[in-house]
């Protein structure tokens, strides 16, 4: 199966709608729209289509969501390294990191649930971006930093839909 992400014609440039085979969503995108040059911290939305790699949770908020996708439960530990300087780079690390990373567990419900996205990472090229997910939307569908976003309920929906081999197109 292949969701569709497209920015909203007429809207802000992180609005978007993510279309399954039955169902549209409204979601949120990078806080500068969408790009088919990402670079590291330039706030898009990678353009090109992506495969769903896994589903990371936090098992102590929230039930485990129903997914045909690998799921690992996040722990307090973990991170994903945005240092373009690093071998690790656009990885998961563990913490404590030597380099400049995202931490995965935080206070707030954005990444209660995170699918990785295939973005950058067969084999990661520095610079061209890092920590591209879908995760929970911030409040009023809030710009990401190049991620996607949908709220909670629309997120646990379609991953009941996804399985291995599922991809995302992101402006195509």
């Known amino acids: 199966m292949i969701i569709h992400v497209t920015a909203t014609p007429g809207r ?27 670079t590291e ?22 039930a485990r969501p129903k997914t045909g996708l690998p799921v690992r439960p996040l722990v ?10 690093s071998p690790a780079y656009n990885r998961l690390v563990r913490l404590p990191c030597p380099w400049r990373h995202e931490k995965l567990w935080r206070q707030d419900a954005l990444y209660d649930l995170i699918v990785v996205l295939g973005h950058n ?12 997910f879908l995760h929970v939307a911030g ?8 991620c996607v976003a949908l709220p909670w309920d629309d997120l646990v929906e379609l991953l009941a839909q996804l399985s291995p081999g599922d991809e995302i197109a992101i402006g195509i």
């Open 41 to 62: 911290g330039d706030g898009a939305t990678p353009i090109g289509r992506f495969p769903f790699r896994r589903l990371l949770f936090r098992a102590d908020r929230r």
């Open 76 to 85: 307090p530990g973990l991170g994903w390294c945005d240092d373009t300087a």
């Open 139 to 146: 409040p009023d569908l809030a710009p990401t930093e190049g």
């Open 121 to 132: 990472d067969a084999p990661p090229v520095a610079s061209l971006g890092s920590a591209i």
């Open 12 to 38: 802000d440039p992180h609005q978007g709608r993510l279309q399954t085979p039955s169902r549209q969503f409204e979601c949120a995108l990078g806080r500068t729209g969408l790009r088919t040059d990402k």
